[in-house]
């Protein structure tokens, strides 16, 4: 476990959750445990499984209104003064101009970043934090938060609610969206998902293995290689889901046209939670209060 000195920074006091970080045992750790050997502990994992349904419960009913979204990833260690934190920022403001609100693990570096572009720019901001063994909080400019104690209900959120994935420079834990994300794409679990990797110094020796090693010794296909846009821009990162998210919305409609349908078209062969059909900035539910 990192040292006090070692754990991630936020720029910005973070807001303390205090269902989270109670003990040092995480309910991950507890679940994925060696099964018990007596019947009293059998009983306690069988209901285990009522925790994690109204995990995914509390998911689904928090994210059911969220418009088009994406999902940003990257290091929880980035600080506010490394050209990635920037470039974290201005990506999310440059989506919540083109309409999309924005989803993080809640947490400090590239988190806070996108978070902080998406809720200062009038879109909604939505932070979906994990129990760690040291206490992390969510950061200070997430509009709409969620708990989670297992990072597998946490992970179908990532998805569900995004229409593309971004991802900067980071450790373990992006790697584990990677290539999670890459692996539903190329078994055909979800459609027409753009995977932006942002950052070519940092990610060409990792494209290099995947083509020298990966694609040589045909342990994936050409086209495979094919499911990441890697750039340094973050015009380009939004232009690529723009454009994708355009041409999905064109083929539905076009779609449903030709089979005589009426009404609304949000159903993209069960991808995601409802869809707006136009892309028009959300604001913060903070300011929508105020409103009121």
């Not at 959750?17 to 995480?26: G, I, K, S, Y």
């Not at 946490?154 to 420079?169: G, Q, S």
């Not at 373990?172 to 994300?181: K, S």
């Not at 027409?192 to 994936?220: C, Q, T």
Request: charged letters at 25%.
């Amino acid at each position: 476990m990192p040292s006090r000195e070692e754990e991630p920074r936020f720029s910005r006091t973070p807001i303390p959750v205090p269902e989270l970080n109670q003990q040092r045992r995480t309910e991950d750790e507890r679940l994925l445990q060696r099964q018990p050997t007596n019947l009293q502990d059998m009983a306690k994992e069988a209901w285990r499984v009522f925790r994690i349904m109204g995990e995914f419960v509390e998911g689904f009913e928090t994210l059911a209104h969220l418009g088009p979204a994406v999902s940003v990833f990257g290091s929880a260690r980035t600080l506010p003064d490394d050209p990635m934190y920037a470039a974290a920022e201005r990506t999310a403001r440059l989506l919540a101009e083109a309409g999309f609100a924005v989803i993080t693990g809640g947490g400090p570096g590239i988190m806070e970043a996108a978070n902080k572009g998406a809720h200062e720019s009038g879109s909604e901001s939505v932070g979906c934090n994990i129990e760690l063994p040291f206490e992390q909080g969510m950061n200070a400019f997430v509009d709409t938060s969620i708990n989670f104690h297992y990072f597998f209900v946490r992970k179908t959120m990532f998805v569900k609610y995004a229409e593309a994935f971004v991802i900067f420079p980071g450790g373990f834990g992006t790697m584990d969206e990677l290539f999670e994300a890459l692996t539903l794409i190329q078994t055909g679990k979800v459609q027409n998902f753009p995977v932006v990797l942002i950052g070519r110094e940092y990610w060409g020796g990792m494209l290099d293995w995947i083509r020298d090693s990966m694609l040589a010794e045909g342990k994936i296909a050409p086209r495979d290689v094919d499911l990441l846009t890697v750039t340094d821009s973050p015009e380009e990162a939004v232009r690529t889901i723009v454009d994708a998210y355009d041409a999905e919305v064109s083929r539905t409609a076009e779609s449903a046209e030709a089979n005589g349908a009426t009404g609304p078209t949000d159903d993209r062969g069960g991808r995601g939670g409802f869809k707006l059909p136009a892309r028009t900035p959300r604001r913060p539910r903070a300011l929508d209060r105020d409103a009121e």
